[in-house]
């Protein structure tokens, strides 16, 4: 399930741009998207580059994000873990 689209749907949508553009732009057009993708994830790449590289001259510490991860993630494992105790007798009674 790719963005609560389901198989059918995503077959219906291919039908359609098969009609709409022919099955002979259909690779050009992939290979568009394909570049358009790829420039875009090199410009994002090449601006957190620079924001970093610029972060570290003015020296402010770029760290404390992956610190804030970190504990973000310990909480979520807490919280996923109190749901298990809570859900498993439901679970197992089903």
Same mark, same amino acid.
């Given at each position: 399930?790719?963005?609560?689209?389901?198989?059918?749907? *995503?077959?219906? &949508?291919?039908?359609?741009?098969?009609?709409?553009?022919?099955?002979? !732009? *259909?690779?050009? &057009?992939?290979?568009?998207?394909g570049k358009g993708m790829q420039?875009? !994830?090199n410009a994002t790449n090449e601006v957190k580059k620079e924001i970093n590289?610029?972060?570290k001259k003015q020296g402010i510490d770029t760290e404390f994000t992956r610190d804030i991860q970190k504990e973000v993630k310990k909480i979520r494992n807490k919280v996923q873990d109190n749901i298990e105790d809570i859900t498993g007798p439901v679970k197992r009674g089903l």
């Open positions: 399930m790719y963005l609560f689209i389901s198989g059918a749907e *995503i077959f219906v &949508i291919g039908v359609i741009v098969v009609m709409l553009f022919g099955a002979d !732009k *259909i690779p050009e &057009i992939a290979r568009g998207l420039q875009l !994830k590289s610029t972060a």
